[in-house]
């Protein structure tokens, strides 16, 4: 049986509600390890939009407007461990903002 390890750091939803009513940028980032490229690569990228969309949702809740999300590219690598499987650690990085 296959044994995937996903770790997701979602940094999104914590913004403080009367902090979305001044303009501005809120990160959101995703870490994933998984076995496979292609696996952590598929988590990374749901994990990264979840978190958006969630980011999204804590700053129309507050009354503020959507401007724009920035999204960098996923960075993938080999992580390494003792039993020699094929994880790999991916992360990616995005940011919601709100309309000045």
């Known amino acids: 049986m296959k044994r995937i390890v996903v770790f997701a750091i979602v940094a999104g939803g ?29 988590y ?11 980011e999204k949702r804590t700053v129309e809740s507050s009354g503020a407007q959507v401007a724009r999300v ?16 094929d994880e790999w650690r991916c992360t990616g990085e995005a940011k919601v903002c709100t309309k000045s």
């Not at 990374?44 to 969630?54: M, P």
């Open 70 to 85: 920035t999204q960098g590219a996923l960075n993938c690598k080999p992580f390494p461990n003792v039993l020699g499987a």
């Open 44 to 54: 990374a990228e749901r994990s990264l939009a979840k978190g958006i969309d969630d």
């Open 14 to 42: 914590l913004a403080a509600p009367s902090g979305v009513a001044n303009a501005g940028c809120f990160p959101v980032k995703s870490e994933v390890v998984s076995l496979g490229e292609k696996a952590a690569r598929f």
